[in-house]
Structures are given as structure tokens and as C-alpha cells.
Nanobody, 124 residues
């Protein structure tokens, strides 16, 4: 049974940065599709970035490209999301997701496992 544990959320001022980490238990984070999503109450879960580490494949949503960077850390078996130039619009609960198939990553319904989420609050 795969488990995902997110960390790194918190409060930050606009223009600041945060680094989120998703630790994978009972799975290889480098040989699956690992993605980060976020969700605001009342809205759909939004895909931000994805990585298949062993294939050196990454992709980003337009809202994340240029500001956010996803990476795979083989030593820690994690998928990390570096978020820079944060704005209040980035405030949300951020979730890590895991899928053994290389399916359309931006569709939340394809993922087999999810983390519990970590809160990010950006103030002006």
C-alpha cells in the first residue's frame, strides 16, 4: 500500500518562496508519475506539475511554468515542488499524487494515491 506524506507548507509573504516535499512509502517515486495539485474550497483540484524521474520527464501547467519547479530526489524517494514568486492567488491546499501509468497527468481522476494535503497561505 503506497502512502504519500506531504510537508513544507506554511505561511509566506507575497513574493516569497516555499518548497514542498512528497515522501513516498512502499513505492518508487522515480518510476511512476508523480504530480502536484492544489485546491481552493469550492473549486476543482488543479494540476500544477508532474514528473517521471527515471525518464527525466516533466511538465507544467501554464499557471506554474516559470515559477514552480518539480524535481525528483532519489536519495529521499521524494517528489519536490519549489515555488517562487508566490502571490495570494497561490493560497490553497497542495496535494501530491502517484500513478503507475503514464496517463494524462492533469486529470485528477487518473491517480491511484493521494497525500493528505499541506496548506499554503500567501499574504500581501
Amino acid at each position: 500500500q503506497v502512502q504519500l506524506v506531504e510537508s513544507g507548507g506554511g505561511s509566506v509573504q507575497a513574493g516569497g518562496s516555499l518548497r514542498l516535499s512528497c515522501a513516498v512509502r512502499n513505492g518508487d517515486a522515480g518510476n511512476v508519475l508523480m504530480s502536484w495539485f492544489r485546491q481552493v474550497p469550492g473549486s476543482a483540484r488543479e494540476g500544477l506539475a508532474t514528473i517521471w524521474g527515471a525518464k527525466k520527464y516533466t511538465d507544467y501547467a501554464d499557471s506554474a511554468r516559470g515559477r514552480f519547479t518539480i524535481s525528483y530526489d532519489s536519495a529521499k524517494n521524494t517528489a519536490d515542488l519549489q515555488m517562487n514568486y508566490l502571490t495570494p492567488a497561490d493560497s490553497a491546499t497542495y496535494y501530491c499524487a502517484f500513478n503507475t501509468r503514464g496517463e494524462a497527468w492533469f486529470k485528477a481522476t487518473v491517480y491511484e494515491y493521494w497525500g493528505q494535503g499541506t496548506q499554503v497561505t500567501v499574504s500581501s
